[in-house]
Each structure stands twice: as structure tokens, then as C-alpha cells.
């Protein structure tokens, strides 16, 4: 499996992004795709991440209801809105896949892409 994010810039306080992630391989569909982030001179964190399965999502606190992720199977493409946007936010973003939620959350992914930098200004 291949991960490519894009869509990462520049963006005022308060603004919007969307950042998306395009998979490539044919077992994709067996991971649970997500999107970390990593700060400067902070630790990646996890952000989110959606079943593939029944579409549940998960949220870190502090992007719930600025923040969402989603599908589409038949593009093989996982997308991360980002609304509201602070200077917090802030950061390299990551998206990844694992093997099932509970490890995602955590952190645990098997296949990762490369970063797309989000800039925030306030």
C-alpha cells in the first residue's frame, strides 16, 4: 500500500483546508486509514481515523467539530476537512493505515505517507 496526502498551505485563523489522502494497492480496503500530525518540536499525535467498515470516525479532542474525515471507496481516497483552523493546528500532517482502530488510535499503523504541511496563521 502507497499513501499520498496533499492539500496542506497556508491558511489564515478561522479558515478551511481539506487534506486527502490517495491509496494505492489492492488490499488498502483491509486497513483503517487515518491522519496523524506532528508539530514543531512536538510528538506525532493521532487526529483521526474512520472504520472502513461502517464508516464510524474518531477524533482527538481537541478537532472534534472542526474536524472530519472521510471516504471514498471508489477512489480509494481518504480526505481530512479541516474547518475552523487555529494556530495550534499547526503542523505536518500525516495519513496513515493500520490493521484495525483500537491500533490506529494509538498510533500504530503499518503503512505510512508522506507529510503535507499545514501552516495556521493568527
Known amino acids: 500500500v502507497q499513501l499520498q496526502a496533499s492539500g496542506g498551505g497556508l491558511v489564515q485563523a478561522g479558515g478551511s483546508l481539506r487534506l486527502s489522502c490517495a491509496a494505492s494497492?489492492?488490499?488498502?480496503?483491509?486497513?483503517?486509514p487515518g491522519w496523524f500530525r506532528q508539530a514543531p518540536g512536538k510528538e506525532r499525535e493521532f487526529v483521526a481515523a474512520?472504520?472502513?467498515?461502517?464508516?464510524?470516525?474518531y477524533y482527538v479532542d481537541s478537532v472534534k467539530g472542526r474536524f472530519t474525515i472521510s471516504r471514498d471507496r471508489a477512489k480509494n481516497t481518504v480526505y481530512l476537512q479541516m474547518n475552523s483552523l487555529k494556530p495550534e493546528d499547526t503542523a505536518v500532517y500525516y495519513c496513515?493505515?493500520?490493521?484495525?482502530?483500537?491500533?490506529?488510535?494509538?498510533?500504530?499503523?503499518?503503512?505510512w505517507g508522506q507529510g503535507t504541511l499545514v501552516t495556521v496563521s493568527s
Open positions: 494497492g489492492r488490499t488498502f480496503s483491509r486497513y483503517v
Open positions: 496513515a493505515a493500520g490493521s484495525s482502530l483500537r491500533t490506529v488510535v494509538r498510533g500504530i499503523a503499518d503503512y
Open positions: 474512520i472504520s472502513w467498515i461502517d464508516d464510524s470516525t
